[in-house]
């Protein structure tokens, strides 16, 4: 089984509608995976990366499972990153269009907080948040986690706090590109027989980017990163680092 047919995910058909009208034809491979795991209700580890179209995955599932009748608080999408949830509340937004009843909301740290309290008031089913700012509502209560019962983790680190202070019972999906020890203890602590859905390995990366790597000790990283941006003089690029502390020093 690889690819699906949306018909074939037993959709409402306000879903199907939106997902024709942004364009989409076929579901791709992680949605066709994903997809009919989560909506049955089992916790999921979803192993894939930007760009295969992994916010629809878990996206349409939260979207089948919201009640718009109950104007609670009932799911929440953690995102590490402003542009991230903003981007992850648009996706799921369209593909909301066409329901109703559905509120979708990102929070997200730097935005006037007072505006964000009368947000969440005014009946949001569905929070799409950094993990500082969703803590910072949990503390003064304007967020509240009684009617939660999914919980969807896009690459989330900060979050024992906010699984801590959310019902016993509860769906907990997670979605992460690579799955390193820090993860695999995050599903080992607060998921139960979660299944794991991926993308085979060909799928993984983007083909037509070409990849190397250079094996380098820490002290040394800074100079070989130096030597290789005077060697390529690349026009455009993108360093990753596994922490602020190290982005900041490299900048
Ligand atoms: P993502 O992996 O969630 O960042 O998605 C990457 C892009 O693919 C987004 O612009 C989506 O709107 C788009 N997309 C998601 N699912 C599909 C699909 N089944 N067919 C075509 N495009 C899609």
């Known amino acids: 089984m690889e690819e699906l047919k949306f018909e074939e995910l037993e959709l409402c058909p306000e879903i199907l509608k939106a997902v024709k009208h942004m ?15 989560i909506m049955s209700g089992k916790d999921v580890i979803g192993q894939a990366q930007t760009g295969t179209g992994k916010t629809a995955a878990f996206g349409i599932p939260l979207l089948e499972k919201i009640d718009p009748k109950n104007k609670k608080l009932q799911a929440i999408v953690l995102c590490p990153t402003r542009e991230l949830a903003i981007q992850v509340a648009e996706e799921i937004r ?32 569905l929070v799409i948040g950094t993990p500082g700012r969703v803590m910072d509502h949990m503390r003064r209560k304007t967020m509240k986690m009684d009617h939660v019962h999914t919980i969807v983790l896009d690459e989330a680190e900060d979050i024992e706090t906010i699984l801590e202070g959310i019902p016993q019972e509860h769906q907990t999906v997670l979605f992460s590109a690579t799955m390193p020890k820090a993860i695999l ?24 980017i070409e ?9 040394n990283k800074e100079e070989v990163l130096s030597r290789l941006l005077d060697i390529y003089t690349p026009k455009l690029s993108v360093v990753f680092c596994n922490t602020k502390k190290q982005g900041d020093l490299l900048v």
Do not use: C, D, W
């Not at 364009?23 to 795991?37: C, D, M, N, T």
């Open 94 to 125: 369209n593909l909301a269009k066409y329901m109703h009843g559905i509120k979708v909301l990102p929070i997200y740290g730097g935005q006037e907080i007072v505006k964000q309290i009368r947000s969440l008031k005014s009946g949001t089913q």
């Open 23 to 37: 364009g989409f034809e076929e579901a791709s491979p992680i949605q066709s995976k994903a997809i009919p795991v």
């Open 211 to 219: 990849q190397f790597y250079y094996e380098v000790k820490p002290k």
């Open 185 to 208: 203890e995050i599903t080992k602590q607060f998921q139960t027989n979660a299944e794991l859905v991926k993308v085979t390995k060909k799928e993984l990366t983007v083909p037509n």
